[in-house]
């Protein structure tokens, strides 16, 4: 049984082979919509989400399998102080695969040390985001049909952003990545991320600002700031509009530059720059959807049946 609770859980290889999976599901989505027959996925999520659980959700109900879940802490016994490694030994028997997040780092962790089925983290505090990362891989291959020889900005709060931190460990395995970590000093990429970019030789460079670096960038990968994990508003108010990619910025850019985003925006793009055939955020989505598709198959095992 495997979980998958960090990006580096799973080798070059495996995430190759998840990705020609999920092409072949979106090639022929009706050949896939039975695999997961009499299967349920469970998704606990303690912290607010649209994209990720929809999407892990959906993934599974275009299997032919089924969901059930709580959507809140609230809405859980976590509300009545029931331990995640106690609500895990719980949902074990009545689900056959979990996606879980929460606000606390580690906490997938602790739920596949007592699971009986394979948890998948779905992002945890400011840590990590395995499938997101997933998706990110898949919508850059699937549009620049590579995953190696490219310069890659990372732009935004890149201190307590998770996708960010489970892209660049992921993205560094592959040849020829040079990373451009474009945020303000408050939110820098924290060192132990910095660390492993160094031991492995992969080049990075950190700067503030976006426009000068803009013209050198074959992926701009924009996210939020992250205002939940802040510890005071006012430097949230201070920090949040650091960035706002417009389309006098896009004018800079390769035209062959794409623009990606886990979602939800904010501030940091401009609407006016969704309609530059470059902005391809939305697309991602519809990649995370598939990719989820063969993350479960493989993880129930499934694929040999098909
Ligand atoms: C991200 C997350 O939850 O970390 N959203 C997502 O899963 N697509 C990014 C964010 O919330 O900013």
Not at 33 to 55: D, I, M, N
Not at 229 to 254: C, G, P, V, W
Not at 270 to 294: L, T, W
Request: charged share 25%; glycine share 6%.
């Amino acid at each position: 049984m495997k979980h998958i609770i960090d990006p580096l859980d799973l080798s070059v290889e495996e995430i190759d082979s998840f990705m020609d999976l999920a092409d072949k599901i979106l090639a022929d989505p009706a050949a896939y919509a039975h695999v997961c027959k009499g299967k349920k996925l469970a998704t606990l999520f303690y912290e607010p989400s649209t994209r990720t659980r929809l999407s892990f959700e959906s993934a599974m109900l275009n299997l032919g399998g089924n969901v059930l879940g709580f959507s809140s802490a609230a809405d859980s016994s976590a509300s009545k102080g029931e331990s995640v490694a106690d609500t895990i030994r719980v949902v074990s028997h009545f689900a056959d695969i979990c996606a879980l997040r929460h606000p606390k780092e580690g906490a997938p962790l602790v739920a596949a040390m007592h699971s009986k089925i394979p948890v998948v983290n779905a992002g945890d505090g400011g840590h990590q985001h395995p499938t997101q990362t997933l998706t990110d891989l898949m919508t850059i291959r699937a549009l620049k049909k590579r995953l190696s020889h490219m310069t890659v900005g990372i732009c935004g709060d890149l201190k307590f952003g998770r996708t960010t931190h489970s892209l660049l460990r992921s993205l560094a395995r592959y040849p020829d990545i040079r990373f451009v970590l474009i945020s303000p000093p408050e939110l820098a990429t924290p060192d132990y991320i910095l660390d492993e970019l160094r031991e492995k030789g992969v080049p990075f460079q950190e700067v503030e600002r976006l426009e000068d670096v803009m013209p050198g960038l074959d992926v701009l990968y924009m996210t939020r700031v992250q205002r939940e994990r802040f510890f005071n508003e006012e430097d949230y108010i201070r920090l949040k509009d650091s960035y706002i990619l417009d389309a006098q910025k896009m004018t800079l850019a390769k035209e062959d530059m794409i623009v990606l985003h886990p979602l939800p925006r904010v501030n940091e793009i401009a609407v006016e720059v969704d309609d530059d055939p470059r902005a391809c955020y939305f697309e991602q989505v519809r990649y995370g959807m598939y990719i989820r598709m063969a993350l479960i198959i493989k993880l129930l095992g499934l694929e040999e049946g098909i």
